[in-house]
Each structure stands twice: as C-alpha cells, then as structure tokens.
Nanobody
Framework: VQLQASGGGLVQVGGSLRLSCTAS????????IGWFRQAPGKDREGVSC????????FSAASVKGRFTISRDNAKNTVYLQMNSLKPEDTAVYYC?????????????????WGQGTQVTVSS
C-alpha cells in the first residue's frame, strides 16, 4: 500500500506546476484525498481536498483561485494544479488518503501518506 507524489520542482514566481498522486496496492476512490504542505519550521497544513467522486473540492484561503485539485479514479490518480505560484508556497507537498472533509483537515485521521515532493518558488 503506497501513495506516490510527484511533479514538484523549482519554479519562478508566477509559474505553474502540476503535482500527481498515484496509489498502488489500493484504490483511491474509497477515500477523500487531500494535499497538505509543510514549510521549514512550520506545521503541516491542509491545502486542498477532493471528495471520493470528485464532485466536491475545497481549497484553503491561501491558495483559493490559484490551486485546483482534481482526480481521475480510472487512473487511480489525484492532481494538484498550482498556478501563480508565490514564494510562500515553497514547501514539501504531501498527498494523503483520508483526513479531510468538506474543507477541514485532520492530520490524525489520514490513513495513508505519500512521501512528499518538494516545491520551491524562487523570486
């Protein structure tokens, strides 16, 4: 059972990245899926959450209008499209199965974590 996050990298301010989260050993459509991030010296925070079917999606105020979460259950993959990136978006991004509901995030309720992918936004 594994979640694999990918797509991070170094990008300039205003640039875009698309993160992917792929599951192996289980099917993602059983779970709400969240993207979390953790910047150096800060707590891990919820960024975006998508319901099992993909019909409902939520994003934190800090990224609303810039980040879009989506999922393709046929490919067992969830995406995070990040546009208009800012230096404050620099963090390690993690995908997680479970642990988010209707825009609220519960770290202790995450059932599976991805390994994290680094996003660095340079000015």
């Amino acid at each position: 059972v594994q979640l694999q996050a990918s797509g991070g990298g170094l990008v300039q301010v205003g640039g875009s990245l698309r993160l992917s989260c792929t599951a192996s050993g289980f099917t993602l459509d059983y779970y709400n899926i969240g993207w979390f991030r953790q910047a150096p010296g800060k707590d891990r925070e919820g960024v975006s959450c998508i319901s099992r079917s993909g019909s409902n999606a939520f994003s934190a105020a800090s990224v609303k209008g810039r980040f879009t979460i989506s999922r393709d259950n046929a490919k067992n993959t969830v995406y995070l499209q990040m546009n208009s990136l800012k230096p404050e978006d620099t963090a390690v991004y993690y995908c997680a199965a479970g642990g988010c509901y209707s825009g609220s995030y519960y770290l202790t309720e995450v059932e599976h974590w991805g390994q994290g992918t680094q996003v660095t936004v340079s000015s």
